[in-house]
C-alpha cells in the first residue's frame, strides 16, 4: 500500500522507489522544474516562488541529492521555505562546487564546508544571514542524507564546527531582532497615513496593520465584503476575515480578526478606490494594481516590494524621523512587535482576549494566539526593566538597584543582551497593570484567586500604566465617597484598605513623570 503526506499528498520514497512515478504537485521527481502551484495558491505571492527549480545544478549527482532534500522538506516546511533554500540558499554553493570540481556532495569535506564560509566572506561577500542560510542548507542535506541513505559523506564533517558558529547567527539575530516602532515616531506614522496620504494602497496597509498586527501579505490577501458583523445581544462587534497562511504548512486558513472604526473606514475607502478594478479584472481582491512589467494587467500587489515601494517614500514624503534626526527605516514587520505593545499598554493580556471574545467563535481569537508567549515577554521585559524605565512596588527600589548595577558601564547593545537574557530567565505574568514576578515553577501563589496585587512584593508597575491606575483611583475614590454618604461604613473598610495602597503606588509613579528619580 502507498503512503502520502496527507497534507502535501506526497507519496514516501525509499532506496527502491522508481522515481519516473512519482509526482510533485504538477510535475513529476525527475523534472527539472517542480510546478507547485496546487500546493501555493495565495495570490501575493510572486508566480516564480511557485516553483523549485534545479536546471541550474549541472551534476546529475548532485541534482539528484538536492531533490531528495527537497522532496523531504516538502512533508516538513511550508512549500514557499522549500522554494527559498533550493533556489536562494543552495546556489551559491552549487557556484563555489562548479569553481572547485566537486560534483557530488559525497566529495565535500570538512575543509571544503569551511572554505566555502570563507569564500562567501571574502569573495562573494555576502551578508551574515545569506551565508548562514547557504551554510544551514549544505549542513542540512549532508545531516540528512547521512539519515537517509542518499549520496553524501558518510563521516561527520561538522564535527567542532556549524553554520551557527561560523555566521554567529544568534548574534546576528538579536541585532536583527524586530523591535517596536518608537512611541512618538509610530504617532506620526499614523497621523500621516489617516490625515494626509493619498496613495490609497499605502493608506490601507499602514492603518490595517497597525490595527491588527497583521502581516504585510495577510493584510494584501484581503476581498471585497471581508468587514462583516457579529452579534453579542444588543451590540455589534465588527470583524475581518483574513487569510493567515503563515500559520500553516499547507493551505492558507481564513481567521476573524476584530478591527476598529480605523480599519473599517480605511477599507470601505479601499474598496471604492479599487472598484473600477476589480470590474475589469473580475478579481474579488481589494489590494489591486496594474503592473507595468505585465503591460498595464490588473493584479493583486505583491509583499516583496512593499517596503521599498510603498513604506519607505511614505517615511519621506512625510519627513518621519527618529530621536536622531534620520528618516526612520521603518520596516512592515515591526507593525506586529508594535501591536504586542499596544495590547500590553491598553492592558489586554492575550489570555483575556482569548476568554473574552470565545463566545464567538475559537476562530476569532486565533489570530490573537499567534502573538507568541516570547514576544509578549519581551515587550514586558524591556518596558519594566530597561535603564529608562520609571517603575514602582515594593520591590521597586530593590530591583532597580539591582539593574542600574548591571548595567553599570555597559553599552546599549551588551545593555540589551542584559535584558533579553533576564527576559529568558525570570518568570513574567502579564497583569492588566504591570506585572507579577511570582514563578510559578515554585508551586501556586498562595494567594490564589484572591490576589490583590498593589501590596503584594511580587507586583511592579511602569509609568505607562499610569493612566489606568490613576482612572482606578479616581473611581475608587468615587466609590468610597459614595459609601460613606450611604453610611456603609464595613464596605467602606474594604475599599479604603485598596486605596491605602493604590495611592503610594500612584504617587511614586507621578513623582518620577515629573522628572524625580526617587522610587518608593
Same mark, same amino acid.
Given at each position: ?38 500546493? !501555493? @495558491? /495565495?495570490?501575493?505571492?510572486?508566480? *516564480?516562488?511557485?516553483? =523549485?527549480?534545479? +536546471? &541550474? ?5 548532485? #541534482? ?15 512549500? !514557499? @521555505? /522549500?522554494?527559498?533554500?533550493?533556489? *536562494?540558499?543552495?546556489? =551559491?554553493?552549487? +557556484? &563555489? ?5 566537486? #560534483? ?38 549532508? #545531516? ?377
Amino acid at each position: 500500500m502507498t503512503k502520502t503526506n496527507l497534507r502535501l499528498q506526497l507519496q514516501v520514497i525509499d532506496k527502491d522507489t522508481n522515481f519516473d512515478n512519482v509526482m510533485i504537485g504538477n510535475s513529476h521527481f525527475n523534472d527539472d522544474v517542480w510546478d507547485l502551484r496546487p500546493f !501555493i @495558491t /495565495v495570490k501575493t505571492i510572486k508566480e *516564480s516562488q511557485k516553483y =523549485i527549480r534545479f +536546471e &541550474y545544478i549541472e551534476s546529475h549527482d548532485m #541534482k539528484q541529492t538536492a531533490k531528495q532534500y527537497a522532496y523531504y522538506k516538502l512533508g516538513k516546511i511550508k512549500p !514557499i @521555505t /522549500v522554494h527559498g533554500n533550493i533556489n *536562494s540558499g543552495l546556489p =551559491i554553493f552549487i +557556484e &563555489y562546487c562548479s569553481i572547485n570540481g566537486i #560534483k557530488s556532495f559525497a566529495d565535500v569535506t570538512k575543509d571544503d564546508f569551511l572554505n566555502f564560509s570563507l569564500w562567501m566572506k571574502d569573495e562573494k561577500k555576502v551578508a551574515v544571514g545569506t551565508g548562514f542560510i547557504s551554510s544551514h542548507v549544505v549542513e542540512e542535506i549532508i #545531516k540528512t542524507g547521512q539519515i537517509k541513505g542518499w549520496n553524501v559523506p558518510q563521516t561527520n564533517i561538522f564535527k567542532g564546527i556549524t553554520s551557527n558558529q561560523l555566521w554567529n547567527s544568534k548574534k546576528a539575530m538579536q541585532a536583527n531582532k524586530t523591535k517596536p516602532i518608537p512611541e512618538d515616531v509610530f504617532d506620526k506614522i499614523l497621523y500621516h497615513a489617516v490625515h494626509n496620504e493619498k496613495d490609497i494602497l499605502t493608506k490601507a496597509g499602514i492603518i490595517i496593520q497597525s490595527q491588527t498586527g497583521l502581516r504585510i501579505n495577510e493584510v494584501l490577501s484581503i476581498c471585497k465584503g471581508c468587514v462583516k458583523p457579529v452579534y453579542d445581544g444588543d451590540k455589534v462587534y465588527d470583524y475581518m476575515e483574513v487569510t493567515l497562511g503563515k500559520t500553516e504548512k499547507g493551505e492558507p486558513i481564513i481567521h476573524k480578526v476584530f478591527i476598529n472604526d480605523l480599519v473599517e473606514n480605511v477599507i470601505e475607502e479601499l474598496t471604492q478606490a479599487t472598484k473600477p478594478l476589480r470590474r475589469l479584472s473580475g478579481l474579488k481582491e481589494l489590494f489591486l494594481t496594474k503592473s507595468m512589467k505585465l503591460n498595464g494587467k490588473i493584479v493583486v500587489y505583491k509583499s516583496g516590494r512593499w517596503g521599498e515601494v510603498k513604506l519607505t517614500p511614505f517615511i519621506k514624503r512625510w519627513n518621519i524621523q527618529d530621536n536622531k534626526g534620520n528618516l526612520y527605516p521603518l520596516k512592515s514587520h515591526q507593525f506586529r512587535a508594535t501591536f504586542v505593545r499596544e495590547l500590553i499598554k491598553r492592558k489586554v493580556p492575550i489570555a483575556i482576549i482569548m476568554k473574552q471574545y470565545s463566545h464567538v467563535s475559537i476562530e476569532m481569537t486565533s489570530h490573537y494566539l499567534t502573538l507568541q508567549e516570547e514576544e509578549v515577554k519581551e515587550i514586558y521585559t524591556d518596558m519594566i526593566l530597561s535603564p529608562e524605565s520609571k517603575i514602582a512596588g515594593l520591590r521597586a527600589k530593590e530591583i532597580k538597584g539591582k539593574l542600574d548595577n548591571l548595567f553599570h558601564g555597559k553599552t546599549e547593545e551588551e545593555i540589551e543582551t542584559i535584558i533579553s537574557n533576564l527576559s529568558k530567565s525570570m518568570s513574567f505574568n502579564p497583569l492588566p497593570t504591570g506585572v507579577c514576578l511570582y514563578d510559578f515553577r515554585r508551586g501556586n501563589c498562595t494567594d490564589g484567586d484572591g490576589c490583590f496585587f498593589y501590596n503584594c512584593p511580587n507586583y511592579i508597575t511602569e509609568v505607562r500604566f499610569y493612566p489606568i491606575l490613576k482612572q482606578e483611583l479616581d473611581l475608587l475614590e468615587k466609590e468610597m465617597a459614595r459609601l460613606k454618604e450611604l453610611g456603609q461604613e464595613p464596605a467602606w473598610q474594604v475599599q479604603y484598605v485598596k486605596y491605602q495602597h493604590l495611592k503610594p503606588l500612584i504617587e511614586s509613579l507621578e513623582v518620577q513623570l515629573d522628572g524625580k528619580e526617587n522610587i518608593s
